[in-house]
């Protein structure tokens, strides 16, 4: 079953008067399960893709799918249900709320759908466990590292039991061991089926996934699998 794909996908911005083309009829699948880097030189694109994934923003041209839906044919609500329920975001600056703890702000996803049940609470102890912050529920994100707020972001991408994770730059702030730490963690969710796909320029970031897609000023340059 596939998990994405783009057909022929283009994307363009009027930007002071002149037409800006991001992305330039880029096509590919991923598979349900798959853990794709994509990497490129600033400005290749890769942003692009992601965000268009994330169902943030529509292509210009061409088709994306995520499951059995054409999300360029979709209206901003169903979008939004989308987005809420299928996706899991990943954001290099971690993007959590600084007022609430680790448990409240892993629950954040749920808020938006009013979906703050006795076992929704319970599956976010668990995420938390799961990332190895159990014993900090209660700390505020200024009360952890690096390190540790990426993996309240991960819990937080996960909570809602989404079709697949994209995240932009995970690592990007962070040292090499803790950097590890939050590759090692993502290797165990892809483990478990979870469809990964991640934005990054480390070559030793992409070197985790199964493949690498490379883009070259708004196309595809390469799709190499190196891992089943």
Sequence with gaps: MLAAKLDNVAKEYVLKGETVRALRGVSFEAPE????????????GKSTILNLLGCLDRPTHGTIVLG????????DDRLSTIRAKRIGFVFQ???LIPQLTVIENIEVPLYYQGNITRKARERSVELAKM???GSRLGHRPTQLSGGQQQRVAIARSLVNDPYFILADEPTGNLDSVTTAEILDLLDHLNGEGRTIILVT???DVGARSK??????????????????
């Design 211 to 228: 493949r690498i897609i490379r883009l070259r000023d708004g196309q595809l340059e390469s799709d190499v699998r190196h891992r089943d």
């Design 68 to 75: 059995n839906d054409n999300v360029t044919t979709l209206d």
């Design 33 to 44: 399960g798959d853990y794709i880097a994509i990497m490129g030189a600033s400005g290749s």
């Design 201 to 203: 320029h480390e070559d």
């Design 93 to 95: 600056a971690y993007n």
């Design 131 to 133: 990332v190895g912050l």
